[in-house]
């Protein structure tokens, strides 16, 4: 990939710190790292509705006790939406029906203390913010803002998320930015490649946030699992979601989204068009 181009698409007011997005059937569905609703956001008619996922559902959770959800993704009907695991608070995964929007939620307590062990991270430095499901294996992706900075890919299979699945692991080393490691952020797939998002946050912490240096763009090969290349795109925004929007033969276009890291109910939709 040698070119691409970044641009605002447009701006939605009443969602903050935006931490994920699917683009499907002319909506888009949006999580905020600090925000108990599903967002869902009707592109042609610039409506905005709110559902609720948690119980006691707010816009602004306080930090100690928000659910921390920085990872979403869909297969068919369903959507997933999985907390960063980085506190006890934060290990929920609230699946969504699209159509009848029926809400179940799991706990993911065992998958993440299995994940650690297996990926040899320790409870700090644990942090989902990327997920893929292809219906058949689950991709997540640990953002290594923790201070042993382990970006890890970790693969999925079995029957269920709860006791029955068998686990891979593969570690990243990402580009550094006025040295500072780059950490995943978000991921989706398309056919054999995994396309990310990756984030240099100058911070030790999973917790805090830390002043944000730029984001990349890469793609991970699923055949080799390796990095068939890394961009950069921003020298100042966190992007921390990526949706399909359109695929061609030429180019992919994806929707991104930012962390504000603020309380303020406003998000920029970003559209970044890449060559093939």
Known sequence: MEKFTLEILFHIIGIGSASGLIYKENSLF??????????????????????????????????????????ITHFGDKLYVFGSGST????KMIQINTQEKEISTNDLTDLYSVMQSFGEIKPEDFNIEGAIYTG??????????????????????GKNLINEFNILSNSYKLP???????SFTDAVAIDDKIYFLATAEDTKSTYHDGKILGSFIGCIDTKTMKIA????????????????????????????CEDNDTEVLETTIYKLTISK
């Not at 042609?44 to 119980?55: A, F, R, V």
């Not at 290594?144 to 299979?157: D, L």
């Not at 290349?229 to 030429?250: A, R």
């Open 88 to 91: 006890q608070k934060r290990n």
């Open 136 to 157: 058949e294996e689950w991709y997540l992706f640990n953002r290594g803002n923790g201070e042993s900075a382990k970006n890890v890919m970790f693969t999925i299979q």
């Open 176 to 182: 550094k930015i006025k040295g500072v490691r780059s």
């Open 229 to 256: 290349f890394t961009k950069k795109i921003s020298d100042s925004q966190k992007f921390e979601g990526i949706t399909i929007y359109k695929n061609t033969n030429d180019t992919i276009e994806f929707l991104l």
């Open 30 to 71: 949006i999580i905020g790292d600090n925000s108990g609703f599903l967002y869902e956001y009707a592109i042609p008619s610039q409506t905005l509705q709110l559902h609720k996922i948690i119980e006691n559902a707010s816009e602004n959770i306080i930090k100690s006790e928000k659910p921390d959800f920085e990872a």
